[in-house]
């Protein structure tokens, strides 16, 4: 990050040293932008701009103002940042963060919250806002119409009533192919079963878990992807996680990594089918009601 700001090293930047652009560990977004207009060097410019651009978009961690150092190794060559797989990387990070979230004591989340809340859209017809008409080549998610809500009693009773309206949810409140019935055949890629990697970040990616989507109909899937050995070294506070293979060997070999579907015997006769065994198999893994329902469907 030195570098790319062109300042001396003068001063422990995992600490509490503050200037323009360091901030408590991390990098300052607004300042950076600033001085990558300062410098008037073209390269460091656009560099400096798909750092920030990145860093508050699809890698957003909970810093606010700050980014994450580690985006900036991966935009020192400007030729190659178009061919990496951001989409891929941007999931990988928000799963991560979605199991974070999940945890007994987390009270926020991050990653490309954009995305997530698109897929909600996409998925749950009863959640969606207004929209408008998608403009040619315009991002999907810019066609919603989404307004801000304030805080307040008013947000506590929403939050009730989004509870008993998921509660209530049946198979036919779910827009199960919402990017049609050829989506998997259109974007192979979505069909890759194995493991998609952002820097660090490294999260198991199963397509048999959600086949409904393909227009395919549901079965048991295969036991979750484990990985082949984790530990965690007494000097640091995370684990470290190998799985089968390398990540090049996955990616870079897609068709031996693709769900493998019989066509012609798998398709769905209607959007929610699942084999009959499925839902006893889903029920035991999975929460039925997010309200107790002893509580009388009023408590948070």
Request: include cysteine.
């Amino acid at each position: 990050m030195h570098d790319l700001v062109q300042v001396p090293v003068d001063g422990p930047v995992g600490g509490k040293w503050k200037s323009k652009w360091f901030l408590n560990g991390g990098i300052h977004a607004e300042g950076l932008l600033v001085r990558g207009r300062e410098m008037k060097i073209r390269d460091l410019e656009v560099q400096t701009y798909l750092f920030v651009l990145l860093g508050s978009t699809l890698f957003v961690d909970k810093s606010r103002d700050r980014l994450r150092p580690a985006i900036n190794v991966f935009l020192k060559d400007q030729r190659r940042v178009a061919g990496y797989a951001w989409g891929a990387a941007a999931l990988a990070y928000l799963y991560k963060q979605l199991g974070m979230a999940t945890r007994v004591g987390s009270k926020s989340i991050c990653g490309c919250l954009t995305l997530l809340q698109a897929w909600i859209y996409e998925y749950f017809p009863l959640f969606r806002p207004s929209q408008i008409l998608h403009a040619p080549y315009a991002p999907r998610a810019s066609s919603w119409v989404c307004h801000r809500f304030v805080g307040g009693d008013d947000a506590r009773q929403r939050l009730v009533r989004y509870r008993q309206m998921l509660d209530e949810m049946s198979g036919e409140d779910v827009s199960w192919t919402p990017y049609g019935r050829d989506a998997g055949t259109e974007v192979l890629r979505s069909l890759y079963t194995g493991v998609i990697r952002f820097a660090d970040v490294a999260e198991g990616y199963d397509p048999a878990r959600c086949r409904r989507q393909f227009g395919y109909r549901q079965t048991i899937p295969r036991t979750m992807m484990v990985p082949k050995d984790v530990y965690r070294p007494a000097s640091c506070s995370t684990y470290i996680v190998f799985w089968e293979g390398s990540m090049d060997q996955l990616w870079g070999n897609l068709p031996s990594h693709f769900l493998h579907i019989a066509i012609d015997s798998d398709l769905c006769e209607y959007p929610s089918e699942a084999d009959e065994d499925y839902m006893d198999w889903y029920q035991t893994r999975s929460h039925p009601r997010i309200i107790n329902p002893d509580s009388g469907g009023v408590s948070l």
